[in-house]
């Protein structure tokens, strides 16, 4: 099998890697970088050499690193076919109608509407652990199985049967149950060569577990609603948005986060929807909840969206409040407007919740800066001062460093590993401690094509 590493090298955005088999080419996900401005930085590279070998694309979970460059394929004029799971295909439909949108308000649509139903008709759903024998080949088979993170995620077993290769390749993955999810699945066919994400495997990354992180959380909003001030969540609209909502939910019930006006923005409520028509596809006590005690996770009691369209019932009063809201990395979405309205006044606080990409705004807060370069609707970008409290509570989807290694040992193992979607130093660390325990692995370089 050679591999083709086309995105998310020594990074993490852009995912899409270039699988050849002995009578078929599939794309393992086909992402955008977020924190890309340049083309060269926020596509993936995929030469049309590749595009003509292309016959299938996969795609892990529906996140725009994993998906944006989907459509983008199609204004390229490439057909074929595109599998995943039913959930990631709705929460597909959602997220790259809302890229397409901001991408047309800033004047940089690089696809259509067209392209994008086009895509929506090709994608044919799997259920994990279904093995399909991939149209116009016949020697290769996919699987799909579970892999935590967000709703509908899988990893993806490709297997050759002619040259007897097969490669797992992991997505982004969680080997920590969640709210909602199962960790990611370790009963799987042998495969020879693993591609692994690496986001949290630096020699730091040990995050807390779920139920420190959620009472951290907790706290955090409760110091700042009981002096009336508000607390803005950026969050990815889909997965952790949904993971916060229920955990701040349950402390507004149980009384520890004292009853306070808690909204829900963007396309979170949309997200939410697509969680309850998919709740077979999570930990077994989801759907039992909804079914026997009638109650729906998904439409919590607390969380509303704004009443009016310029938020200013919301934004316009002295009363504490939370608001959840995308986008994560505050590159866009109404965070921006909120930002803009509260994020100059001390007594408000953001919590930044998941990994911000290098070159986002979420990022240059992270890092203590005082005024951040936000979008402006016309493409241009504003300054604006940062005065509220920012505090970042790794809220992650993803599996720590320590997770990461546990797992890959809990895996059949393979002869080699791949490191991908990881920053280069992080990546590299992570390297170095699985060739302490005798694998042979490879950091690859965009571009840079591998035969096992
Ligand atoms: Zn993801
Ligand atoms: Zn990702």
Known sequence: MKLNFLGACREVGRSAIFAETSDTGIMLDCGINLGGEEKEERYPYIPDEVMEKLDTVV??????????????????????????????RDLMQLLLADYLNIARENDRAEFTMQDLN???????????????????SNHTKITLHKAGHILGAALTRIE??????????????????????????TDIEPFDALITESTYGGKKDNLPGLKKKSQQLAKEVKKTVQKGGKVIIPSFGVGRAQELMITLDNYMQSGFIPNTQAYIDGMIKKANSIHRQNVIHMKEEIPKRILMAQENPFDPEYFNPPKTKDRSDVTDNNEPGIILTTSGMLTGGPVIQYLKKLGHDPNNKIILVGYQVEGTPGRALQEGANTIELPKRNGEKEEIEINAKVKTLHFSAHSDREEILEYISNLPRPEKVYLVHGEEKKTKNMSKELEKRNYETYVPKQKQEHQF
């Open 59 to 88: 795609i892990s979970h529906a996140h725009l690193d994993h998906s944006g460059y989907l459509p983008h394929l199609y204004a390229r004029g490439w057909r074929g076919n595109v599998y995943t799971t039913k959930p990631t």
């Open 160 to 185: 050759d049967e002619k040259e007897e290769k097969s490669l797992l390749y992991t997505g982004d993955f969680s080997y920590r149950p969640t709210n909602i999810l199962e960790p990611s699945q």
């Open 118 to 136: 086009n895509l929506m008709r090709d994608i044919e759903y799997i259920e994990y652990g279904e093995k399909i024998q991939l149209p116009n």
